[in-house]
DNA sequence: ACCTGAACACCGTTCAAGT
DNA sequence: ACCTGAACACCGTTCAAGT
């Protein structure tokens, strides 16, 4: 991309700084649902096929909008014990992506990392380098880091979607006769939890399991032994 | 819902078998992305608005299609010691996902665990079971199962979408080059790692990270020490 | 160089009516 | 009880043309 625009052509009536805000408008207002090519074009008032000439496509409208998003949310101070750094990263990745539950759609988009920004990639640097302080190797690191990526994706998109449904409803179902309709004879252990499953699930258990994985993948990769675990 | 339809009313031409046998054709032929209420109802020869009587909406299609594919793929001998148990029921919930990347959509439904059929929760059960048996209390085993439930989930997701870019594109990007466009000064372990970040990142690291994960969450529940480490 | 309307090829779901 | 066409309210994206 050239410095300056040099002398020909147009000049552009809109820019990429117009549309995030616009964007991030739409979100604020009408919900992350709403946000849709038409909507957005129709809220910066111009036809939906002109912002195909300031963004590729959809996923990559999304992708700039979270790099805007981490680059405002994503740093702090991190502990120089390697294994709190791990955690204390991964919790800030988790902490901004649970701030915008519509990542859902693009958090596991392929390549996704490598169109991150500084900010994002600098969460990843703290990961593989605290993971390397600690005794892994470059490819247990990695390994590391991806582990934590799975958990993390996975427990904000499951959240994300259970949040959604829970304010559009008020209740799910009623309560008693959680396991009911199946053969509860053969499931011991689910009758005896029965109908304290949803409170018990809808705890936040992110940290406590995070300092489990974290624990567990250092100790598997024969790295230095562990802090005293978080209850 | 009644045994015996009874006598009143007109006979269904459409059943729910017949539906699902249409979905699962869709599926193998066309790919997943094209089995759509509309496309689904072309196929067997009726109506869209006519499987509004067969199914509640589109969830409710492939909750129901997922549950037919955990019923045929689910089934397998766990081991005894608990640890192990916990673990292969993961990986039997892991790879019957896995080869059904048209999970994705519905993996992270609100209320999903409701709405699984038999086989499913007994995969629950074990896994819930086996932590009871390593003493885990009800709180610490059902948080154990969401543990690797996200961490399973967030697998599924993100390789489902890897693949089916890899697939589309043949060569994703210029290998050298993966970092380059950050300031690769202040992420001196990427930096390191470079281009042999793709090769490390599609390996198949699930099975060694859930060993880990599945270690370090019964040594934080308190629970029996675990056996020896996989590699 | 930038912007445009029209068009393409679709979606999921609801409704009032028919058999 | 079951099935229907028409309609509602949308999508993302491409193309040829305009300024």
Redesign the pocket.
């Given at each position: 991309m050239p410095r300056s625009?040099?002398r020909?052509?147009?000049?552009?009536?809109?820019s990429r700084a117009e549309i995030l805000d616009a964007a991030r408008k739409i979100i604020d207002r009408d919900g992350w649902q709403?946000?849709?090519?038409?909507?957005l074009a129709a809220e910066l008032?111009?036809?939906?096929?002109?912002?195909?000439?300031?963004v590729r496509?959809?996923?990559d409208l999304l992708i700039q909008l979270l790099n805007e998003h981490a680059q405002q949310t994503l740093r702090r101070d991190l502990p120089s014990n390697p294994r709190d750094r791990i955690v204390a990263s991964a919790i800030a990745i988790h902490d901004s992506l649970a701030a915008w539950p519509w990542a859902a759609e693009v958090l596991t988009a392929d390549g996704f990392l490598r169109r991150l920004g500084q900010p994002a990639l600098e969460m990843v640097e703290a990961i593989v380098g605290a993971a390397a302080e600690a005794g892994c190797t470059s490819e247990q690191a990695v390994h590391l880091f991806r582990g934590i990526w799975y958990y993390t994706v996975g427990e904000i998109l499951v959240r994300a979607h259970s949040d959604s449904r829970r304010t559009g409803d008020g209740q799910d179902a009623p309560d008693d006769a959680f396991f009911d309709r199946a053969d509860v004879s053969r499931l011991p252990h689910l009758a005896r939890i029965g109908n304290r499953w949803p409170a018990l699930a809808a705890q936040d258990t992110y940290v406590a399991a995070l300092g489990a994985f974290v624990d567990g993948l250092l100790a598997h990769a024969g790295a230095v032994p562990r802090t005293e675990p978080r209850v």
């Open positions: 625009h040099g020909t052509g147009r000049p552009p009536l809109t709403r946000l849709t090519v038409r909507r008032g111009i036809g939906p096929t002109t912002l195909y000439h300031h496509d959809r996923e």
